[in-house]
């Protein structure tokens, strides 16, 4: 952050967490539809480097780079960055499946569109199990039907949800979808598979899988 020169160290940590709340909070409503999956803050000596990961990074671009331009403009003026202080740019998710901030949004724009709920959630479900994903749990709370509130839990597949295990291997994101009858709250956690090449997964093995090996003859 621009702000943050002669500041402690303890206020520096939580100056910081709070210029990436705000910015993360700015970028999903500005390109919600475009698929945004999160953004990583880069800071270098010469300037600080925002990389926002999207499922349409074409679209965040805009004709010519218009729009990523605008985007600079107002993080720079917002949060104080001197001129060329800030540079954004556009990266694609490679894997939009396992991704739970795209599938999330994904969920949200189907239940604005007035699809019911289940047929919804099923299909956000298949399509991450078929992306190589090794669990997911959708929850689905509120005004669902009716004027009494609920929450409704669907899962598939393998779910780690204590220890050390859910800092690597599980993703999480939650979003409110504005509905006529109320608010709407989606939780949508995705649990990777192992992957020894890190494109789809963790490259840390899990620590409850037993290898038997035959025996030396």
Known sequence: M??????SRKRKFVADGVFYCELSEFLRRELAEDGFSGAEVRVTPQ???????ATRSKDVLGEGGRRIRELT???????GFPEGGV???????ANRGLSSIAQAESLRYKL???LPVRRACYGVIR??????AKGIELIVAGKVRGQRAKAMKFK???MKCSGDVPRTYVSSCTRHVYMRQGVLGLKCTIMLDWDPTGAKGPTKQLPDVVTVYNPKE
């Open 2 to 7: 621009a702000l943050t020169a002669n500041l």
């Open 87 to 93: 540079e954004l740019y556009a990266e694609r998710v």
């Open 73 to 79: 403009s107002v993080v720079q003026k917002r949060f």
């Open 156 to 158: 598939d597949g393998y």
């Open 112 to 114: 604005v569109g007035g």
């Open 127 to 132: 399509f991450v199990m078929e992306s190589g």
């Open 47 to 53: 300037r600080t480097e925002i990389i926002i990961q």
